[in-house]
């Protein structure tokens, strides 16, 4: 058993693969060669947002976007403890200081209540009301990156409302969620800017690394595709910003256009990979199955639950050879690169309680019933 079956994929679309690797090969312009724009313009289309951007990696997009707002020293950016490190680094890369805000406890998604408290806590230089790192003094508040964790979009109607109010730009961090929906939209058009990941575990992933960054905002969307290739102007020997080289590959693109046909055939086998988890293991009452609130759709990048006892059913599930993972085992408010924010573990107690509950099972479109069957069976043994 796989914790993601990747295998299983690849046969299926075997010969489509194979196909458009030859026809780069043929053509031979392995950068920014068509498929790039036929690869932007699918998944435009699919997300309903006029502008997609495609780069290098998932990081690279959120970098990008960050660029494409002049972030920089003295901003403020709220995101949550509880996700990969990447949405919080591309912050410090710039300069600027995260201000970290904690989770709900069953969507793992930023707490727009959390939100509002540590937005105004630092307008209103008052770290009684909200957890504000180090240096808050001289901070101003920019933007806001929620994160759509384990594919469940985080609730943009609430949080877009605060940005309003506050005059914050909104980048979705749709890395795990692209293939999700919130009340009818797809990921990736829920914020001004959106940023998502095609490495290979994620919903949609390619054979090394890509990403995209998705906005309906035509002059944001110059500025990203100027920053992607070094800040070019009228070419890419006119440099009128500071850029980076975030181009994505061409052979990547081919490759995502080749499991972007199944791809939505495989949100659905995904939902009900995911329903059958949900009838095996909710009954038993031990384990928190993922919650979906109502008007969400998951992509399912992950399937994750809690229980006090992890660690024995982390031991069983390994004893049986059922592969398992922890996301995110330490918040990176507690990370060592994050010491110099000068936060204490307690400051976000939902993120460090769900650190040490929290477990990953298989999950990916092919995952058999019996698998999951033995993997229930072998939970409830551990259980009783
Ligand atoms: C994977 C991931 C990223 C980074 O994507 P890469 O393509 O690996 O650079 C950013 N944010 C989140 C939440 C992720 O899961």
Redesign the pocket.
């Given at each position: 058993m796989q914790f993601i079956d990747l295998k299983q994929q690849q046969e299926r679309i075997h010969g489509r693969l194979m196909e458009n690797i030859s026809t780069v090969l043929a053509h031979g312009q392995y950068i920014m060669g068509p498929e790039i724009r036929e690869l932007e313009k699918r998944l435009a289309e699919y997300t309903g947002v006029k502008h997609a951007v495609s780069c290098a990696?998932?990081?690279?997009?959120?970098l990008m976007a960050l660029m494409a707002y002049n972030v920089g020293p003295g901003d403020a950016i709220f995101t949550t403890p509880f996700?990969?490190v990447?949405?919080a680094e591309v912050i410090s890369l710039l300069g600027a200081t995260p201000v970290f805000v904690d989770i709900e406890p069953d969507t793992f998604n930023m707490d727009p209540a959390r939100l509002e408290d540590a937005v105004a806590a630092l307008e209103g230089r008052s770290p009684g009301r909200h957890p504000l790192p180090a240096g808050f003094e001289n901070l101003t508040p920019r933007g806001i990156i929620p994160?759509d964790?384990f594919g469940q979009c985080a609730d943009y109607g609430k949080i877009n409302k605060i940005a309003k109010e506050h005059g914050l730009f909104v980048i979705e961090?749709a890395?795990?969620s692209f293939g999700g929906e919130y009340q009818g939209a797809k990921a990736c058009s829920l914020a001004h800017v959106a940023?998502t990941?095609?490495?290979p575990a994620?919903p949609l992933g390619c054979y090394g690394?890509?990403?995209m960054v998705f906005t309906d905002d035509d002059a944001l969307a110059a500025k990203l595709d100027s920053i992607r290739v070094h800040g070019k102007g009228s070419d890419k020997y006119d440099n009128v910003r500071i850029g980076i080289n975030g181009r994505c590959d061409t052979l990547q693109a081919a490759i995502l256009l080749a499991k972007f046909e199944i791809f939505p055939e495989e949100i659905e086998l995904r939902q009900e990979v995911a329903r059958r988890y949900n009838a095996l293991l909710g009954a038993s009452g031990k384990v928190a199955c993922p919650v979906v609130r109502p008007g969400y759709r998951s992509a399912w990048?992950q399937y994750s639950v809690l229980c006090a006892k992890r660690d024995a059913l982390l031991d069983a599930l390994k004893d049986s050879k059922i592969p398992t993972a922890v996301y995110y085992p330490k918040p990176l408010h507690v990370q060592g690169a994050y010491a110099y924010l000068g936060y204490r573990g307690g400051d976000f107690p939902v993120s460090m309680k769900s650190a040490s509950d929290i477990f990953s099972l298989p999950m990916h479109p092919y995952l058999a019933e019996q698998d999951q069957a033995r993997i229930a069976e072998v939970l409830k043994k551990a259980l009783s």
């Open positions: 990696s998932g990081t690279d997009a959120l996700t990969f990447a949405t994160v964790l961090d890395a795990q940023a990941s095609f490495f994620k690394d890509g990403g990048a």
